[in-house]
């Protein structure tokens, strides 16, 4: 799925099945309860906590999550994702494109 296809998906399954939109900020509270519950996943399976009983490492499903919500927002901000990462892409590769290759806390 392209990430135009994303977008045009969620709209669907919101005006299919979510009624409309919450509010922009209401989905940045959502996006920032996602991103809490991928890093309380990420310390258990990868830092120094470990699992709850009954707990399972759904690293996927969170990060499906935080991309869902930030859809919502790219979706009714007006906010093509498709255009924004290439722009995205083109700053990243002129600002930085020897800065990670000469830094030596990078090399093994």
Not at 81 to 107: G, I
Request: with cysteine.
């Amino acid at each position: 799925m392209s990430i135009d296809e994303l977008q045009q998906r969620v709209d669907s399954w919101i005006k299919t099945y979510g009624v409309r939109y919450f509010s922009e900020l209401t989905n940045m509270a959502c996006l920032t309860e996602e991103v809490g519950e991928l890093a309380r996943v990420m310390s258990r399976a990868y830092g120094d906590q470990s699992f709850k009983q009954g707990e399972i490492p759904n690293i996927g499903e969170e990060i499906a999550d935080v991309l869902w919500v930030l859809t919502c927002i790219a979706n009714q901000t007006g906010v093509n994702l498709e255009e924004e990462l290439e722009k995205s892409f083109a700053k990243k590769t002129q600002r930085d494109k020897e800065r990670h290759r000469n830094n030596p806390k990078l090399t093994t």
